[in-house]
């Protein structure tokens, strides 16, 4: 078992910067990656960032250049560094890790989710 605890979240202008922190413990060597998912108002949930156990990462097109994902050298945090942020950044933002569950990568702990609402 993982559990996951996020922080970081708020209400920010236009333009302005957040950090986003997610820490895990329990099982934390079974996990394979991080990544950090967000669910807009009326909308899917969506993959933001991912960070692997070997450290490549990789964004989706609409953050790319603004948002960035990071873990410290224990692997126990996992960062969102947010910047240039937009009106459409507003979302609930969750972290979640990436593990083998029967024989497949499955996202399978989740945190508990933070808001993040950008004003215009």
């Known amino acids: 078992q993982v559990q996951m605890v996020e922080s970081g979240g708020g209400l920010v202008q236009a333009g302005g910067s957040l950090r986003l922190s997610c820490a895990a413990s329990g099982s934390i060597f079974s996990i394979s990656a991080m990544g950090w998912y967000r669910q807009p108002p009326g909308k899917q949930r969506e993959l933001v960032a991912v960070?692997?156990?070997?450290?490549?990462?990789n964004y989706a097109d609409s953050v790319k250049g603004r948002f960035t994902i990071s873990r410290n050298n224990a692997k126990t945090t996992t960062y969102l560094q947010m910047n240039s942020l937009k009106p459409e950044d507003t979302a609930v933002y969750y972290c979640?890790?990436?593990?083998?569950?029967?024989?497949?990568?499955?996202?399978?702990?989740w945190g508990q989710g933070t808001q993040v609402t950008v004003s215009s």
């Open positions: 979640a890790a990436l593990v083998y569950s029967d024989s497949a990568l499955t996202w399978k702990y």
């Open positions: 960070i692997t156990n070997g450290g490549n990462t």
